[in-house]
């Protein structure tokens, strides 16, 4: 318990630890007061990160659950870049996610909005584990959106891990990576898609394909 404690004081605190921080051109931090209503509509799926340097939105919406074999993992990686928008709505006590191909809704999810809003960023993706390959003690990571002082609708993603590196080297590390989101031009007319796993589907037509074809 003392061992745990310590381990859990030294990562808050944060002694001898780093932080790094990245993001887009003149990033600017997030309005300390929104209203949800300001992240709704139509999202470009690929958003800017760095000078020069382009994500996918849908990246960090659907997380693959295990880790994938490298052919996988490029099929991945076609998938989202296939992914032109993303729409973000609100149902009642909940937000919904949908990616958008080729005006066509492929993959949704809806977030329950119970302890997900601090009334600045919304938080649709979190995590917590003590122990990993590598390491023990906390490992956090968190993704949220919200709109920046600039006006700018962007997304965040929070590591911050501190503990025993190989069980003997003490550490502390925060992460801080954001990526600024573009409202689309015009609003996509979305259509009945019978597309049962988006995400599985298309690994099988890479595959099918051959691996020339995943190649980025």
């Not at 997900?116 to 390959?133: P, V």
């Not at 891990?161 to 080297?169: D, I, K, Q």
């Not at 992460?175 to 989101?181: A, E, H, K, W």
């Amino acid at each position: 318990m003392i061992f745990i404690r310590s381990m859990i004081a030294f990562f808050l605190i944060g002694l001898g630890g780093c932080s790094y921080n990245s993001g887009p051109v003149n990033n600017a931090d997030f309005r300390s007061s929104i209203s949800l209503i300001d992240l709704e509509g139509f999202y470009e799926n690929k958003m800017e990160v760095s000078e020069g340097r382009y994500d996918w939105f849908s990246r960090y919406l659907w997380i693959a659950e295990e880790k994938l074999e490298y052919e996988a993992l490029l099929a991945r990686t076609s998938k989202h870049k296939a992914i032109n928008h993303i729409r973000i709505s609100f149902e009642k006590d909940s937000v919904k996610f949908e990616a958008i191909k080729n005006d066509c809704v492929v993959a949704s999810k809806k977030l329950e909005l119970e302890n997900r809003f601090d009334g600045s960023e919304f938080i649709f993706d979190s995590s917590f584990q003590f122990f990993s390959e590598v390491h023990v003690g906390p490992d956090y990571r968190r993704r949220t959106i919200g709109v920046d002082t600039a006006g700018d609708p962007k997304v965040r993603s929070l590591n911050r891990a501190g503990g025993l590196l190989f069980l003997f080297l003490p550490f502390a590390i925060t992460q801080i990576s954001d990526g600024r989101l573009k409202k689309a031009a015009e609003n996509p007319t979305d259509v009945d898609c019978e597309i049962n796993d988006y995400w599985v589907e298309l690994l099988q037509e890479e595959k099918a394909k051959g691996s020339e074809s995943l190649i980025p």
